[in-house]
């Protein structure tokens, strides 16, 4: 009976516990919801003065500097974070909230890298002359012309050539190869093109012309080359051309950068020790997944002789390219963070908002706006950071009242 009792009792403890604890919980849960209520209506200051923006105030008054109204706060943290933000014309001006609209127009861009000379090239000239009779059928470019290695220059009608190619091919088709060997050094004395050697123009995949086709041997300035109409006996000059020092440079930038640099883009080589004179160059071979924070660009530039050797640390401006009649803002009005791209815009009703944007190419003076954004938004360019943070710190503010 005794036992019985003992454990009455204890029962009747341990209700009696549980409720005060869930009354204290309770008192707790609605203290801390208050909590967040309370900072959501005073963690913000609601008025300020216009003209000496660090005075502010809960309610209204004046200034104890310059005795002017205190005006309803810049930012209007009170209200819903989904419903924007808003900023009076007092504050706007002292903060210097400055407006554009989303545009139609082209993006460019130079990207800065930095690396070392990997190799240097000395300078070479190559004079072509003619190994059989003929007449210059069609010339490509003229003296002074920049050209690339393999590009056609100029194309000959040659009955002696013709028949070497054709007897070439033939052989080739058929798996002759013995016919092969011992044509084939003959069409090499001749300058035939890889192409011919090859059995097929491997870029187009297209039957060979009949004629005689002279490609550059390598890149370089075309200093001579033969004339339209012109009749060519062996030992005639067909093409010279002269090719600078280069010196190719492995260089290496920020990824998010150089995203837009492709193989064949300019570029112009900085000296340290020759400051103020830039080299053409173009761009050989982009990575663009170098650890994921760097790209690594080789780039050949024209360089005067003994102006640089393997090893010497560079610089080079890089363009990156260009997007012709896009959307764009100006990149100031881009923030990148956490992750994203966001710009602040300006609704009809006055109100701002952080709209989240996906960029293209950004530029120093613009950014490219895929998708986000229409034409003629109203975008901040200046303040936009007061404003984004002030929209972050309300939707964390509206989130703790809620729960």
């Known amino acids: 009976m005794r036992n019985i009792i ?18 204290f919980l309770s008192t707790n849960a609605v203290e801390d919801v208050d909590s967040a209520a309370h900072a959501v209506k005073h963690l913000v200051p609601g008025y300020v003065c216009p003209m000496h923006p660090s005075v502010v105030s809960n309610g209204p008054g004046s200034c104890p500097i310059c005795g002017m109204d205190l005006e309803p706060k810049a930012l209007d943290t009170l209200d819903d974070a989904s419903d924007g933000v808003t900023v009076s014309p007092a504050m706007s001006n002292s ?3 400055r407006i554009t609209h989303v545009e139609q127009g082209r993006v460019s861009e130079q990207v800065f890298a930095s690396g070392f000379v990997e190799t240097v090239t000395p300078a070479q000239t190559t004079e072509i002359k003619a190994a059989f009779t003929g007449n210059v059928r069609k010339v490509v470019v003229e003296p002074g012309s920049w050209v690339a290695a393999g590009e056609i220059l100029l194309q000959v009608d040659s009955d002696e050539y013709a028949e070497l190619q054709a007897a070439y091919l033939e052989a080739l088709a058929a798996g002759d190869y013995d016919t092969v060997s011992s044509l084939r050094p003959q069409l090499v004395r001749m300058h035939a093109s890889q192409a011919v050697l090859d059995g097929i123009d491997r870029k187009t995949g297209e039957p060979l012309p009949p004629h005689f ?11 001579r080359i033969a004339k339209s109409g012109n009749a060519i006996e062996p030992g005639d000059t067909l093409l010279e051309i002269v090719a600078p020092t280069t010196a190719r440079a492995r260089l290496r930038t920020y990824a998010q950068a150089a995203r837009s640099v492709i193989p064949g ?9 020759e400051p103020g004179l830039y080299w053409p160059g173009r761009v050989v071979e982009v990575n663009h997944d170098v650890g994921g924070f760097y790209s690594l660009i080789e780039a050949d530039f024209e360089v005067p002789g003994d102006s640089t050797h393997k090893g010497v640390f560079v610089g080079a401006y890089v363009n990156a390219g260009s997007s012709a009649d896009v959307l764009r803002v100006p990149a100031s009005a881009v923030i990148r963070a956490e992750g994203e791209s966001r710009v602040i815009r300006m609704r009809a009703d006055g109100r701002f908002e952080p709209v989240v944007v996906e960029t293209g190419f950004i530029g120093t003076e613009w950014a ?27 939707a964390g503010l509206s989130r703790m009242a809620g729960e």
């Open 6 to 23: 003992i454990l009455i009792i204890v029962f009747c403890a341990g209700i009696a516990a549980g409720l005060l604890s869930a009354r």
């Open 368 to 394: 490219e706006i895929r998708s986000g954004l229409g034409k003629g938004d109203a975008v901040v360019v200046r303040a936009q950071f007061l404003i984004d943070s002030e929209s972050t710190l309300q």
């Open 265 to 273: 883009r300019y570029a112009q080589l900085d000296l340290p020790h």
């Open 213 to 223: 086709q002279l490609a550059a041997p390598h890149s370089g300035e075309v200093v």
């Open 95 to 97: 903060l210097g909230v």
